[in-house]
Nanobody, 124 residues
Framework: QVQLDESGGGLVQAGGSLRLSCAAS????????MGWFRQAPGEEREFVAA????????YYADSVKGRFTISRGNAKNTVYLQIHSLKPEDTAVYYC?????????????????WGQGTQITVSS
């Protein structure tokens, strides 16, 4: 089992950048396929990005391609989400997720483990 802890959210102006971190404990995140999701107020949780165990293969939602980058840390127990050119519509709680067997899942059911989330608020 793995515990996930997100950090790095905050209040930022449109056009700004943030880097979210997801620290895994219990087991290393390289044992898992990892993903980021987000949930805006009143909306369903939606897929943002996914990364394989080695970090070589990555998938993104069409809405974030070119602005978001998912990566793994050198120690393999941290996953990052670098976000550039933030827009007000990126405002949401961002969640880190992990699964031991399914890679690239775009549905919440594809992930067995979840963090508590970190809030990003983008002001216009």
């Amino acid at each position: 089992q793995v515990q996930l802890d997100e950090s790095g959210g905050g209040l930022v102006q449109a056009g700004g950048s943030l880097r979210l971190s997801c620290a895994a404990s219990g087991r290393t995140s390289s044992d898992y396929y990892m993903g980021w999701f987000r949930q805006a107020p009143g909306e369903e949780r939606e897929f943002v990005a996914a990364i394989g165990r080695s970090g070589a293969v990555r998938y993104y939602a069409d809405s974030v391609k070119g602005r978001f980058t998912i990566s793994r840390g050198n120690a393999k127990n941290t996953v990052y989400l670098q976000i550039h050119s933030l827009k007000p519509e990126d405002t949401a709680v961002y969640y880190c997720a992990a699964d031991p067997t399914r890679f690239g899942g775009r549905n919440t059911d594809d992930y067995a483990y979840w963090g508590q989330g970190t809030q990003i608020t983008v002001s216009s």
